[in-house]
C-alpha cells in the first residue's frame, strides 16, 4: 500500500503542434507505483490512443431507487468529441442527450425537448502557465469534452487526482483485472468535496485505473458503508476504427425553431 502528499503536477504546457508525448510511457511492469508517478501517468491518458470508443453504465442511489445512464463516447485526436447520453431500457427515440464537438464548435441537442444549442468552444483561460504554483493552473487537453461529466473525468483524468483524490487520505490497495486488462485500485477517504451530502468523514471513493492507458476505468463512491454511486466502463476500444461521419451531426428540421445559437 503506498500513499502520497498532495499532487499538484496537473498542469502540463498547451501543445505545440497535433500531438505530445507522455511523460511516462508505462507503469513498472512488476510492483506498485507510488501514487504521484500513478497519477502524472494518468494525467497522459488521453495521449496513448488516437481514437476510442468507450461505453461508461452510471447507477446511482436516488430517493426513487437506482437510476441507470449509459454515455456512449467517441473521440479521434485532435478536437472530435462526441458523447450520447441514453438511459437504458427505455430505447433512443426522444430518449438522448448529445454533445458534440469538432474542437472549434460545440453542439448540443437533448431530444426529449428536442432543444439544440451551437456555440464556439470555450476559450482556456490566459496566463495560468506563468510563475503560479501548480495547484493553480490548468490542465489543457489535446480534446475537449464536455466538462464535469464522466466521460471528462474517465479520460482526463488530472484534475480529479489533483483537486479530490489528492486532497484526502489516499493510497494504492491493490490490482484487479477489469474488461480483461490490468488495473490497480486507488482507495480515497473523506475528499475534499463541493457536494454538501458528501461532505462527510465517512464519504469513501474507490476508483480502478488501467495500467496500460491510464484512464479510470471505473469509479465508485460510498457513504458509511453504502454504496451511493458507481460508474463503470463496460466497453473500451482504444484506436478503434470510426466512419468518417461519425462526427456529423444535423439537428432535426423540424427543431430548427428550438435551435440557440451562442456565436
Given at each position: 500500500m503506498t500513499s502520497t502528499p498532495i499532487w499538484d503536477q496537473a498542469a502540463v504546457p498547451a501543445p505545440t503542434d497535433e500531438w505530445?508525448?507522455?511523460?511516462?510511457?508505462?507503469?513498472?511492469?512488476?510492483?506498485?507505483?507510488?501514487?504521484?508517478?500513478?497519477?502524472?501517468?494518468?494525467?497522459?491518458?488521453?495521449?496513448?490512443?488516437r481514437t476510442l470508443r468507450m461505453r461508461i453504465e452510471e447507477t446511482t442511489l436516488t430517493t426513487g431507487g437506482p437510476h441507470a445512464m449509459w454515455?456512449?463516447?467517441?473521440?479521434?485526436?485532435?478536437?472530435?468529441?462526441?458523447?450520447?447520453?441514453?438511459?437504458?431500457?427505455?430505447?433512443?427515440?426522444?430518449?438522448?442527450?448529445l454533445w458534440l464537438s469538432d474542437g472549434e464548435t460545440?453542439?448540443?441537442?437533448?431530444?426529449?425537448?428536442?432543444?439544440?444549442?451551437?456555440r464556439p468552444v470555450r476559450p482556456p483561460v490566459r496566463g495560468l502557465d506563468k510563475d503560479f504554483p501548480g495547484k493553480s493552473r490548468v490542465y489543457t487537453?489535446?480534446?475537449?469534452?464536455q466538462m464535469e461529466t464522466l466521460p471528462e473525468t474517465f479520460i482526463h483524468p488530472?484534475?480529479?487526482c489533483q483537486n479530490v483524490l489528492s486532497t484526502g487520505r489516499c493510497w494504492i490497495s491493490g490490482t484487479e483485472d477489469v474488461l480483461g486488462r490490468p488495473a490497480l485500485i486507488v482507495d480515497c477517504d473523506h475528499p475534499?468535496?463541493?457536494?454538501?451530502?458528501?461532505?462527510?468523514?465517512?464519504f469513501h471513493i474507490q476508483i480502478a485505473v488501467d495500467r496500460v492507458d491510464g484512464i479510470i476505468v471505473r469509479q465508485v463512491e460510498t457513504i458509511g458503508?453504502?454504496?451511493?454511486?458507481?460508474?463503470?466502463?463496460?466497453?473500451?476500444?482504444?484506436d478503434a476504427p470510426i466512419p468518417p461521419t461519425a462526427f456529423d451531426f444535423r439537428f432535426p428540421p423540424e427543431n430548427d425553431d428550438a435551435l440557440l445559437a451562442l456565436d
Open positions: 505530445r508525448r507522455p511523460e511516462v510511457a508505462a507503469l513498472p511492469a512488476h510492483g506498485t507505483p507510488d501514487l504521484a508517478d500513478l497519477f502524472t501517468f494518468m494525467r497522459d491518458a488521453e495521449l496513448r490512443f454515455m456512449e463516447v467517441l473521440l479521434r485526436h485532435p478536437g472530435h468529441a462526441r458523447v450520447t447520453t441514453t438511459a437504458p431500457g427505455r430505447g433512443t427515440t426522444g430518449n438522448y442527450e460545440v453542439w448540443t441537442y437533448s431530444a426529449a425537448n428536442k432543444l439544440g444549442t451551437k487537453p489535446l480534446t475537449d469534452l488530472a484534475g480529479y475534499r468535496t463541493i457536494e454538501v451530502v458528501a461532505d462527510r468523514r465517512d458503508g453504502t454504496e451511493t454511486r458507481r460508474a463503470e466502463v463496460i466497453d473500451y476500444v482504444p
